[in-house]
C-alpha cells in the first residue's frame, strides 16, 4: 500500500513538474500537453474497454466531435476557453448517449463493428459540411483564449495551457477512479467478467453498458476539446477511425486491466510516433508492426507484464 | 431521368464492389471470428499486382492471377499471425492484429507504385458503351456486374454442395463439433480466410480497371462494406450482398440529388436499420451476441 502511494506521489510529481524536465530529454511542453490528453481520453476509453468490456472501436468520433465543438464555439459563438470546452464535452457526451441504444445490447464482435461504422458518419459529415467545419482542410481560425479567474486574467502560453490540461487530466481521472470504486464500477466489472451471471443476478446490463458508453464518450470528448485548444486547430483526422485504433492499441499497449496503464501506453506510442515520423517517411509501416508485434508477444500490456511479475500467481 | 438512371447504375457497379469485399469479410467474420480491418490490404494486394502482372499475363490473365496473390497472402497472413489469436477468444486481438496489418500493406504499396494514382487499362472492347441510349453502361461495368455475380452464385454452390463448403457452414454455426468430428479446423478456418481473401482480391482488380489504382483504395471501400454486413445481417452471406447493393445504388441516387451526403447518407441507412431491426434485414437471431 505505501509502494502504491509513493508510486502516486512520484507520477503526480513527475507531471507537474514536467515543462521543467521535459526539454532536458529531449521533449518540449506541447508534448506533454498531448500526452496528458491522450492519456484523458484512452483512460476513458478503457473504462469501456478495460472495465466494462466494451470492444469500442470508434471513440475518436467523440473525441473530435469535442474538438470540433470547442473549435466552433471559439470561432462563431463566444471567446471563451471554458465555455468551448464545455460545448465540446456537450456534443460528444450527447452524441455517445444517444448512440448508446445501438450498442448496448450487443458483445464483442458486433459491438465493434457498429461502433466503428457510427464513428464514419461524423468523419463523413466533417468532410463534407465544407462552409462550417472547413472540410477536409479541417477547422482551423480559432484560438484558445486567456482565462478569466475572478479579476485575474491568465494568458494560455504553453507552459500555462499545460497546467490547465493536467487540471483537466487530473479531474478526469478523479471522476474515472471514484467510478471504478463504488458500486456502479463493480457492477461493471462484473458484466466484463460474465455479463450472463450479471443478467441472472436481476442487473438491467444493457443499461449499465449504456451508462459507461455515455460517460466514457464524454469524458473523450472532453479530452478532444482540450485537443483542439492545444493545436488552436481541429482537423477530419480527429475522428477518424485510424485514430479510433490507436487509441486502443495504445491502452492494450500499456495494460488493459489496469488503472493507468493507458498512460503508459499513450507516452511510449505518442513518443515512438513523434520520434519514428522524425526519422522516417514511412513511420505507418513502424506503428502497423508495433501494433502486431504488441498483440502477439506483449498482450497483457506493460503495466499487466509488470503486475504479474511482483504479484505471482 | 437519364442522370437518375446513369447513378443508379453506378451506385449498383460500387455495390458489387461493397458486395464483393461484404462476402469476404461475413466468411472471415463466421468461421475465424475475426474483424479483418485489412480486407482492404488483400483488395490493394489483389489490384496492385494484378496491374504490375498485366504486361505479362494480360488483363484476363491478370484477372485470375491478382485475387489468387491475394489468397495466398491470405493463407500466410492467417498462419503467422491470426492462427496464433484463436485460444485467446477475444475477438479485440485479432481486430488489432488486422489494424496493423492494414497500415503496413498500405504503407507498403505507397512505398512500391508511389502515392499518386496509377491507370490500370483494361481492352478496348470493353471500353465501349453497349447502346447509345444507354451510354453509360459500358462493357467493363456490365463485365463487373456479371463476374461479381458469377462469383457469388459460384460461392453459394461451393458452400452448398461440396464437402469443404459444407464443413465451413457448420463450423460457423458450431466449430466445437465439427473439431469433434474429425475435421481438422485449422485448415478449415485457414482454406476460409483465403477465400474470403480471394474475394477481397477480385473486388481490387475490378475496382482498379473501373477507378484506377490508388494506395487509399482499400481504406474507402471497407467501411461501406462493413455497413453493407450491418444492413444485410451479420451471418448472413446473402445478407451481406444485399446490403453491398442496397448502399450502393443509395449511395448513387444521392449523388443525383443531394452530392454531398452521399457517404453520409450509407450511416444513416445503417442507424435506420439498427433502430428498426437491429439484427440487419436478413440477420440470424443470437448471432455474435
Known amino acids: 500500500?505505501?509502494?502504491?502511494?509513493?508510486?502516486?506521489?512520484?507520477?503526480?510529481?513527475?507531471?507537474?513538474?514536467?515543462?521543467?524536465?521535459?526539454?532536458?530529454?529531449?521533449?518540449?511542453?506541447?508534448?506533454?500537453s498531448r500526452v496528458l490528453i491522450y492519456a484523458l481520453a484512452t483512460m476513458s476509453l478503457n473504462l469501456l474497454l478495460g472495465f466494462t468490456g466494451g470492444l469500442s472501436f470508434g471513440h475518436a468520433a467523440y473525441f473530435g466531435l469535442g474538438g470540433y465543438g470547442a473549435g466552433m464555439t471559439l470561432k462563431y459563438l463566444a471567446p471563451s476557453t471554458p465555455l468551448a470546452l464545455l460545448v465540446g464535452t456537450l456534443v460528444g457526451g450527447a452524441a455517445a448517449?444517444?448512440?448508446?441504444?445501438?450498442?448496448?445490447?450487443?458483445?464483442?464482435?458486433?459491438?465493434?463493428?457498429?461502433?466503428?461504422?457510427?464513428?464514419?458518419?461524423?468523419?463523413?459529415?466533417?468532410?463534407?459540411?465544407?462552409?462550417?467545419?472547413?472540410?477536409?482542410?479541417?477547422?482551423?481560425?480559432?484560438?484558445?483564449?486567456?482565462?478569466?479567474?475572478?479579476?485575474?486574467?491568465?494568458?494560455?502560453?504553453?507552459?500555462?495551457?499545460?497546467?490547465?490540461?493536467?487540471?483537466?487530466?487530473?479531474?478526469?481521472?478523479?471522476?474515472?477512479?471514484?467510478?471504478?470504486?463504488?458500486?456502479?464500477?463493480?457492477?461493471?466489472?462484473a458484466i466484463r467478467e460474465n455479463q450472463r451471471r450479471a443478467q441472472f443476478l436481476g442487473l438491467p446490463v444493457a443499461r449499465y453498458v449504456w451508462a459507461s458508453f455515455a460517460i466514457s464518450g464524454t469524458l473523450t470528448a472532453f479530452a478532444g476539446g482540450l485537443n483542439a485548444l492545444l493545436n488552436n486547430f481541429t482537423s477530419p483526422q480527429d475522428l477518424h477511425w485510424i485514430l479510433s485504433g490507436n487509441f486502443v492499441i495504445m491502452v492494450v499497449l500499456g495494460g488493459m486491466r489496469s488503472f493507468w496503464g493507458p498512460l503508459a501506453g499513450v507516452i511510449i506510442f505518442l513518443v515512438a510516433q513523434d520520434y519514428l515520423s522524425s526519422l522516417t517517411e514511412n513511420w505507418m509501416t513502424f506503428i502497423g508492426i508495433i501494433f502486431i508485434l504488441v498483440v502477439l508477444l506483449f498482450p497483457r500490456g506493460l503495466l499487466g507484464m509488470l503486475r504479474a511479475r511482483t504479484r505471482p500467481q | 431521368m437519364q442522370l437518375l438512371l446513369f447513378n443508379v447504375f453506378?451506385?449498383?457497379?460500387?455495390?458489387?464492389?461493397?458486395?464483393?469485399?461484404?462476402?469476404?469479410?461475413?466468411m472471415i467474420l463466421g468461421l475465424n471470428q475475426t474483424i479483418n480491418m485489412a480486407h482492404g490490404g488483400f483488395l490493394i494486394v489483389g489490384a496492385y499486382l494484378a496491374f504490375t502482372l498485366d504486361p505479362y499475363l494480360g488483363f484476363w490473365g491478370a484477372l485470375v492471377a491478382g485475387p489468387l496473390c491475394a489468397a495466398v497472402l491470405g493463407l500466410v497472413v492467417e498462419r503467422l499471425l491470426i492462427k496464433p489469436l484463436y485460444k485467446r477468444n477475444e475477438p479485440l486481438y485479432t481486430l488489432l492484429v488486422?489494424?496493423?496489418?492494414?497500415?503496413?500493406?498500405?504503407?507498403?504499396?505507397?512505398?512500391?507504385?508511389?502515392?499518386?494514382?496509377?491507370?490500370?487499362?483494361?481492352?478496348?472492347?470493353l471500353n465501349s458503351p453497349i447502346s447509345e441510349a444507354l451510354f453509360f453502361i459500358t462493357g467493363y461495368r456490365a463485365l463487373i456486374v456479371a463476374?461479381?455475380?458469377?462469383?457469388?452464385?459460384?460461392?453459394?454452390?461451393?458452400?452448398?454442395?461440396?464437402?469443404?463448403?459444407?464443413?465451413?457452414?457448420?463450423?460457423?454455426?458450431?466449430?466445437?463439433?465439427?473439431?469433434?468430428?474429425?475435421?481438422?479446423i485449422y485448415v478449415l478456418r485457414a482454406l476460409n480466410f483465403a477465400l474470403g481473401c480471394l474475394f477481397a482480391g477480385l473486388a481490387g482488380v475490378l475496382a482498379a480497371g473501373q477507378l484506377g489504382l490508388i494506395p487509399t483504395?482499400?481504406?474507402?471501400?471497407?467501411?461501406?462494406?462493413?455497413?453493407?454486413?450491418?444492413?444485410?445481417?451479420?451471418?448472413?452471406?446473402?445478407?451481406?450482398?444485399?446490403?453491398?447493393?442496397?448502399?450502393?445504388?443509395a449511395a448513387g441516387v444521392m449523388t443525383t440529388y443531394y452530392p454531398a451526403a452521399s457517404e453520409a447518407v450509407i450511416y444513416l441507412i445503417m442507424a435506420v436499420v439498427l433502430v428498426v431491426r437491429p439484427r440487419g434485414l436478413l440477420g440470424q437471431e443470437g448471432l455474435f451476441e
Not at chain 1, 509502494?3 to 526539454?23: D, G
Not at chain 2, 496489418?101 to 498500405?106: D, F
Open chain 2, 98 to 125: 488486422t489494424f496493423g496489418l492494414a497500415l503496413v500493406i498500405q504503407d507498403v504499396a505507397r512505398r512500391i507504385w508511389g502515392p499518386q494514382g496509377l491507370p490500370f487499362s483494361i481492352p478496348d472492347v
Open chain 1, 97 to 189: 448517449t444517444l448512440l448508446g441504444p445501438s450498442v448496448m445490447r450487443r458483445r464483442g464482435i458486433y459491438f465493434a463493428m457498429i461502433t466503428i461504422a457510427i464513428g464514419q458518419l461524423f468523419y463523413f459529415v466533417a468532410v463534407r459540411w465544407n462552409e462550417v467545419t472547413g472540410g477536409e482542410d479541417g477547422l482551423a481560425g480559432f484560438a484558445r483564449q486567456p482565462l478569466h479567474l475572478g479579476g485575474w486574467t491568465l494568458p494560455l502560453d504553453d507552459t500555462a495551457f499545460y497546467y490547465l490540461v493536467l487540471v483537466c487530466f487530473a479531474a478526469g481521472v478523479a471522476i474515472i477512479g471514484l467510478l471504478l470504486r463504488s458500486p456502479l464500477g463493480r457492477t461493471w466489472v
Open chain 1, 1 to 32: 500500500m505505501n509502494r502504491k502511494i509513493a508510486a502516486l506521489a512520484v507520477l503526480w510529481a513527475l507531471l507537474a513538474s514536467a515543462p521543467w524536465w521535459l526539454p532536458v530529454v529531449g521533449g518540449y511542453t506541447q508534448l506533454g
Open chain 2, 217 to 249: 483504395m482499400g481504406e474507402s471501400v471497407i467501411m461501406p462494406s462493413f455497413v453493407a454486413i450491418i444492413v444485410g445481417g451479420v451471418g448472413s452471406l446473402v445478407g451481406s450482398i444485399l446490403g453491398g447493393l442496397i448502399i450502393g445504388v
Open chain 2, 147 to 184: 463476374i461479381a455475380l458469377i462469383a457469388a452464385i459460384a460461392l453459394f454452390l461451393v458452400l452448398q454442395y461440396t464437402r469443404l463448403g459444407v464443413r465451413i457452414r457448420a463450423g460457423t454455426r458450431d466449430l466445437e463439433t465439427v473439431a469433434t468430428l474429425g475435421v481438422n
Open chain 2, 10 to 26: 453506378n451506385g449498383l457497379v460500387i455495390g458489387m464492389f461493397y458486395a464483393l469485399m461484404a462476402l469476404g469479410l461475413s
